[in-house]
């Protein structure tokens, strides 16, 4: 069961990780058509990943980091999110001002980051009980059942309850 | 192969590979560069400009600035070990009070040639040393005009950074000279100078047990994670910033101390003491277990040709001697390992600086690795990094060659010292002081020889390469050379006792004994 845990949560990582990858390279290349192209697929395809980890894997790890180091990490998935939907909100026909082309790469990169030091992290805990690890592989799974879109689950997660509650 | 007289290559032994072996490290480096084909290229700087080395002027300097946590004033001293590999009609940028009594010593005594040092201004916002050649008029005339007469000039930076390699393209555009560049490309030059992009290439090249278990660390928990878990299995961990070089930005950490935090509160120290070593938050970092039973600290020095010219030859293996809890580099010694492990050592390290050369890489390159166990016969091996650049040890062995035709024919020590405290000695007059020790041009090869002065002139170290004709006649020479200065100290040195070698560790790889020197320095 570990080890199912560990391959699922670290496959859809790495295509979080490819995503946001592809999107830098987008950004970095003045391709604004890719880019929304990229970002409708992250959309599409992360939402999963981002529930287990902000309802399941980042309260495990709140004895461990404490209060402010996940506020960081909450923080940065919404960073994360915000590149999406400002790309998605763009239209296709118009090209990105190079301001805003920076700022995008900038938040863009930090979610590489961010997705690097999540993966890390994830790798470090290798001493879950093995009675947790079932259950957080279950919840995964049931993520990727529903399988959201990244935005539609931020959006209910908002309207469901004050971030607050969960988020420390 | 491409050489200068000022420059000799002399291997030392042969490394043959396999075919098969040539095959991989072949394929390995078209699959890294189809990830990154930016690492081998250096047409932005021009066509008139590459890697490459040829028997014309060259232009030399040693500027630390872009490397992180390298650059302070005592450094500075080091920008005239250039001078030590230049030649007649060359010439050599510096930034740092002009010494006339070096220069003439390196001239005269040494007999070095007559390379024409250039002194650029102190300027407050210190750029990158070679774009301030670049930017003072006087200066870049210079170096266009030699460039012009001559059709061609070689740059031999200490490290081949992008603003050297722009350096070389202003020149190229400005005299129409082809410009032959003495180092990687520069994307190539910050990878392999990175500690985590060389630790992906030695588990590549050669397995994963070749370096110490180490992990990337891509923000503050992951680091605090990371070093945790080590922690939990090894007695020290080291926290290294990749791209600073030396011992610079690394941070040991007890892991008794370590296992008594809770995650939260590791994370904060160990954040704030790397800010105290003058971090500035960029991440990844590099968390690593630091190895205790230490025997020998080597490091292969190799100069890697063109790849249509050769295979890398390596030119030495020295122990580095190294002090302190971050490991400081203070000298270096002719390797004495068991003929086995330097047999293995220069094999491992060819077969790295070959993928090296396949991505592009062209120039002076070493490896450092640490031998660890309780027998050095049954020790473990592993590589920890790479210097893409010259430095403390490949800098006075060329010299050697220079000097001797080939190093080992003289038993050679390099002494790196800084600081101490003693009675400031101006060159010439410190040379009087040793008398006969001194090394001469013309005589048998051996003696003392001042790498740079600042440190000696200051009063805070040492920098000399020592050549006798046996061990123990270097050791006698290091000896006679450090009371010649203790000795006299009008109430500065109240102590300076000669280096040891610890009794603890076994011939031939020890070391100094930093602790009596720190003590007797400060008191």
Known sequence: MKNNLFEAFHADHAALGRGFHDLSQCL??????????????????????????????????????????????????????????????????????????????????????????????????????????????????QWRERAPRWSDFAASRVSARPPTTSEP | MSTRAALPIVGQCEVLLPDAEHRRLSQLAQRILKHEPGLPLCEAFGRGVASGLD?????????????????????????????????????????????????????????????????????????????HGADHADTFRTIVNV?????????????????????????????????????????????????????????????????????????????????????????????????????????????????????????????????????????????????????????????????????PVVEGLFDQIVRGDQSEFIGATPCDLPPPLCRRLATEATQLALLFQHLGYFGRCSFDAIISGTDVRSASLRWVECNGRWGGTSVPMTLANRLLGDWTRRSVMVVQRGGLKHRGWDLPAALDRLGPLVYRRGGDGTGAIVLTPGRLEEGCGLHLLLMGHTLPDVERLRSDVEAAFAGTASGVIREWRPFERTEKSPPGVGKFDSGKIEHNAGA
């Not at chain 1, 805003?100 to 805990?125: D, T, V």
């Open chain 2, 55 to 131: 028997d014309g002027p060259a232009l030399l300097f040693e500027d630390h600035s872009e490397i992180t946590l390298f650059s302070c004033p005592e450094d500075e001293t080091l920008q005239y070990r250039s001078l030590l590999l230049a030649d007649d009609d060359d010439l050599v940028l510096i930034r740092t009070r002009r010494n006339l009594a070096f220069e003439r010593y390196c001239c005269e005594t040494l007999a070095l040639g007559n390379a024409e040092v250039m002194v650029l201004p102190s300027d407050s916002t210190r750029p990158p040393l070679p774009l």
């Open chain 2, 147 to 311: 460039a012009r007469r001559q059709g061609r000039l070689t740059i031999i930076p200490y490290i081949g950074t992008e603003s050297a390699w722009r350096l070389a393209g202003q020149i190229a555009a400005a005299s129409g000279a082809q410009i032959s560049m003495a180092a990687p490309p520069p994307t190539l030059t910050q990878r392999v100078n990175n500690k985590l992009w060389f630790a992906r290439r030695v588990t590549e090249v050669l397995g994963h047990d070749a370096r110490p278990p180490s992990y990337q660390a891509s923000g503050p928990a992951a680091v605090a994670v990371r070093v945790a878990a080590l922690a939990r299995r090894t007695d020290r961990v080291v926290v290294k910033i990749p791209d600073s070089a030396g011992s610079a930005g690394n941070l040991v950490l007890e892991s008794a101390a370590v296992r008594a935090l809770p995650l939260h509160e590791l994370q904060g120290q160990i954040l704030g003491l790397l800010e105290s070593l003058g971090w500035r938050s960029h991440f990844p970092l590099l968390v690593s277990v630091w190895d205790c039973a230490v025997l020998s600290s080597p490091s292969v020095q190799l100069w890697v040709p063109l790849l249509e010219e050769g295979l």
């Open chain 1, 28 to 141: 970095r290349s003045n391709d604004p058509a890719s880019a929304q192209r990229v970002a409708r697929s992250i959309d599409a395809v992360a939402g999963a990943h981002i529930a287990f980890e902000e309802e399941h894997f980042y309260p495990a790890l709140l004895p461990l980091l404490g209060k402010t180091e996940l506020k960081r990490m909450y923080r940065e998935h919404r960073d994360g999110l915000e590149v999406v939907r400002r790309l998605l909100q763009h239209p296709p026909e118009q090209a990105l001002d190079q301001a805003l082309l920076a700022e995008l790469l900038h938040q863009s990169e930090a979610m590489e980051s961010h997705i690097a030091e999540c993966g890390e992290l994830f790798a470090a805990m290798g001493r879950i009980p093995a009675e947790d690890q079932t259950i957080l592989h279950r919840h995964l799974l």
